[in-house]
């Protein structure tokens, strides 16, 4: 059976006419077989080998979220600015692929949430790989967004939103609104408030096995979105609830760069340079 590869582009950043069309053919003449929008097939995906992407962290992240529930690794080459969760940098695409196709790689899975929500009787449910984020809708209002932890009360401020991340989103928004750096081998649930109205308001790190119960108790509207894309509006009274899941999202690993380093080379002062 040939050897298949499914390409994922980003076309904001790259010309589907220029690289990919390259791609194709470099790997035609490696024997290899390129799949696009592998995605929308259930029977192709099933049997490909990895996954490409091209684009920054969220290509990547879009990648990875889809070839997930069929445990299809995805390798990220940065064409974005940070890539902190891309492996290859433009420059190096042909070498890692040459890596990737002798087998010289290892498989580092990421933990994965679900967040869902009932209304009208229809339960809905998104799978994120970074973050749920509940943010007010209009900015001259602040929002209560009552949080529990299966079943038992925090505290729960008025306050611009509130961050519910993986590990792997640790680095995003959340840090982004003064939440911890955690390592992705490191199974736990970050819960990051948005400028909240509160002296004592600190962000925590929970269990992965905690349900996170967010109702919205306080304020016109609530603005949620799944890892950067999905949205819905949220009603007062509804309650989403937010628990990490069985399925992992695998990524290619050809550097063997620790978390430190990562975090030193990706998340370095850039605005003085």
Not at 31 to 54: A, M, P
Not at 73 to 83: A, C, H
Not at 94 to 101: E, G, N
Request: proline share 5%.
């Amino acid at each position: 059976m040939a050897k298949r590869v499914g390409l994922y582009v980003n076309p904001t950043k790259i010309n589907p006419d220029t690289l990919p069309s390259q791609l194709t053919a470099w790997f035609k003449q490696q024997g290899w077989e390129t799949v696009f929008d592998w995605q929308y097939n259930r029977d192709v995906v099933q049997d490909l080998d990895f996954i490409l992407s091209l684009g920054g962290d969220g290509t990547v992240l879009q990648a990875a979220r889809e070839a997930a529930p069929f445990g299809i690794p995805v390798l990220g080459v940065n064409f974005g600015r940070l890539g902190f969760l891309c492996e290859v940098e433009r420059d190096d695409i042909y070498s890692a692929l040459k890596r990737v196709m002798s087998k010289e790689y290892s498989i580092e899975e990421r933990m994965m949430m679900a967040a869902s929500l009932t209304r009208s009787g229809k339960k809905m449910q998104y799978i994120v790989l970074n973050d749920v984020v509940f943010i007010r809708e209009y900015p001259e209002h602040m929002i209560t967004l009552e949080v529990k932890l299966s079943g038992q009360a925090l505290a729960s401020p008025p306050a611009d939103g509130l961050i519910i991340a993986t590990p792997t989103g640790s680095t995003a928004y959340s840090l982004s609104a003064g939440g911890p750096i955690v390592s992705p081998d490191v199974e736990a649930i970050l819960i990051t408030q948005i400028s909240a109205h509160s002296l004592s308001s600190r962000p925590m790190i929970v269990s992965r096995h905690e349900k996170i119960d967010v109702a919205f108790t306080k304020g016109t509207t609530c603005r949620v979105t799944f890892d950067g894309g999905n949205m819905l509006i949220m009603n007062p009274g509804e309650t989403i609830r937010v628990e990490s899941i069985p399925l992992k999202a695998k990524f290619i690993r050809l550097t063997g760069r620790s978390f430190p380093k990562i975090v030193r080379e990706k998340l370095r002062d850039r605005w003085h340079e």
